[in-house]
């Protein structure tokens, strides 16, 4: 796992979690619009179906009550930007996890009412300061919320990829926070500033060792949209193959990201 030199970014703690419950929301007005026939389709997802998708994404907000639950640690041990790398290690507890919740579960929107019910209440009574042990380490419900929007904002994408006609929203605040954690991973993983890379509206970072600049446009440059670099992050999407369909672009000798990517699992 990298270790991240620079601090954290810093976000609103008020607007994630307004943002993840949007998110979640619109998660749940699509599930109940989806046919038996849909729920049993195909995902990109290897071999699960769009129920253990859905099954997965009411694990991922449940993990907020699952990890409150537990004693709170004495002392922070990760910071937000840990938490990228370290999804890999446990994929495999969550496959298995996630597909025996859809088994489980036959009625999705009842289980995902349930636990928008119960991380509803939790953050009724806890403050964004209060330390979860969570599987990457101890750290503050308000930086564990952040992670989130990542999972939510993936997992909507994932979503609307596997369901023809399906247009599940994405959550402004949740797609910036998503996009703005994704890109301060690369800048951990590739520390510099030879490239800049620009995902706007929501984030620039520089990174890659090599010559800095310091005015006027920096001779290694990627841009590109926010979905995009989010599919990239996530190995939703090959760096060939954002190029090759112009959706980046890339210019100088340093502007190869391909063997960064993907950064998470």
Not at 35 to 56: C, F, K, Y
Not at 64 to 71: A, G, H, K, T
Not at 172 to 193: S, V
Request: charged fraction near 25%.
């Amino acid at each position: 796992m990298p270790s991240p030199k620079k601090r954290a970014r810093t976000y609103d703690s008020v607007k994630i979690r307004a943002a993840v419950t949007a998110q979640f929301g619109h998660l749940r007005e699509a599930v109940r619009t989806l046919s038996p026939e849909q729920l049993a389709g195909p995902t990109r997802l290897g071999d699960w179906t769009v129920r253990d998708l859905i099954a997965h994404t009411g694990m991922a907000l449940g993990a907020v009550s699952r990890f409150i639950e537990r004693p709170e640690p004495a002392r922070q041990e990760v910071t937000v930007l840990d938490w990228p790398f370290a999804t890999a290690a446990n994929a495999a507890g969550i496959d298995d996890a996630s597909r025996r919740l859809a088994e489980d579960n036959p009625d999705l929107d009842a289980y995902l009412g349930a636990v928008d019910h119960r991380f509803g209440a939790d953050l009724a009574e806890h403050l964004g300061t209060r330390l979860l042990a969570t599987n990457t380490g101890a750290m503050p419900l308000s930086d564990y919320l952040v992670t989130r929007t990542v999972e939510l904002i993936v997992h909507t994408d994932d979503l609307n990829d596997a369901v023809p006609g399906l247009e599940v929203p994405y959550e402004r605040q949740a797609l910036a926070a998503c996009t703005r954690l994704l890109a301060d991973a690369l800048a951990a993983k590739a520390p510099g500033g030879s490239t800049e890379v620009r995902i706007p509206p929501y984030a620039v970072v520089q990174c890659i060792e090599g010559p800095r600049h310091t005015r006027g446009t920096p001779p290694n440059v990627v841009e590109t949209d926010p979905l995009t670099w989010v599919r990239l992050a996530t190995g939703r999407l090959t760096w060939p193959e954002a190029v090759e369909k112009a959706q980046v672009s890339a210019s100088g000798e340093r502007a190869d990201l391909s063997e960064l990517l993907p950064l998470m699992g």
